[in-house]
C-alpha cells in the first residue's frame, strides 16, 4: 500500500477519461485506492467524506463496472461471426463440437480444447447449466480472435 495514496496520479496513469468512462470521477477515484488496499476509512479521509459513503461509492462503481462488462458481453455475442444456439436438455458434452463445427465454417478458430470450451460455457452460463445438461437456451459467440461469450437466451 502507498504511505501517501493520491489518486488523480493513479487515475492520470490508469488513462481514465471521465467523458468516456461509465464511473463517475468520484467512483474510479475509490475504485483505484481500494485496488490498492487503501483502507474506506483513510479514502473517506483523503476525500473529506465519511467511511459509509465511501462505501457506497464503491458499491455503485463496482455494480456500474459489471453493468458494463455485462454490456460488453452483450454486444460481443451479438456481433459475433460465430453464433451457436444450444438448446435446453443438450448435454454439456455435445457443445465443443457445435461450436468447433460452427466455427470451422466461418472460418474462425476456436483457442480452447473441449473441456476448457465446456468449463467456460458452464461457468458464463450460471445456473443455466446444471452438472452436464444445459438447463435453459444459451447463445455461444465466438468472435475472430476466438473469444467465447455466453448468454443465456429467453
Given amino acids: 500500500m502507498d504511505d501517501d495514496p493520491d489518486a488523480d496520479s493513479l487515475l492520470e496513469r490508469a488513462g481514465f477519461d471521465a467523458e468516456k468512462s461509465i464511473l463517475t470521477r468520484r467512483q474510479a477515484e475509490v475504485l483505484a485506492l481500494r485496488e490498492r488496499d487503501v483502507r474506506q476509512s483513510t479514502i473517506a479521509g483523503l476525500l473529506g467524506t465519511s467511511r459509509a459513503n465511501v462505501s457506497s461509492i464503491e458499491s455503485s462503481a463496482r455494480t456500474n463496472v459489471e453493468k458494463a462488462r455485462e454490456t460488453v458481453a452483450f454486444a460481443e455475442a451479438l456481433t459475433?461471426?460465430?453464433?451457436v444456439e444450444v438448446d435446453e436438455d443438450t448435454d454439456?458434452?455435445?457443445?465443443?463440437?457445435?461450436?468447433?463445427?460452427?466455427c470451422d465454417s466461418a472460418g474462425v478458430k476456436v483457442n480452447?480444447?473441449?473441456?476448457?470450451?465446456?468449463?467456460?460455457?458452464?461457468?458464463?452460463?450460471g445456473d443455466a447449466?446444471?452438472?452436464?445438461?444445459?438447463?435453459?437456451?444459451?447463445?455461444?459467440?465466438?468472435t475472430t480472435d476466438g473469444t467465447v461469450r455466453v448468454r443465456q437466451s429467453r
Fill in 112 to 125: 480452447h480444447t473441449a473441456p476448457d470450451l465446456m468449463k467456460i460455457v458452464s461457468d458464463e452460463a
Fill in 92 to 102: 454439456l458434452y455435445d457443445v465443443p463440437k457445435l461450436v468447433y463445427d460452427a
Fill in 129 to 142: 447449466v446444471q452438472g452436464r445438461e444445459v438447463q435453459a437456451p444459451l447463445l455461444v459467440g465466438v
Fill in 80 to 83: 459475433a461471426p460465430v453464433r
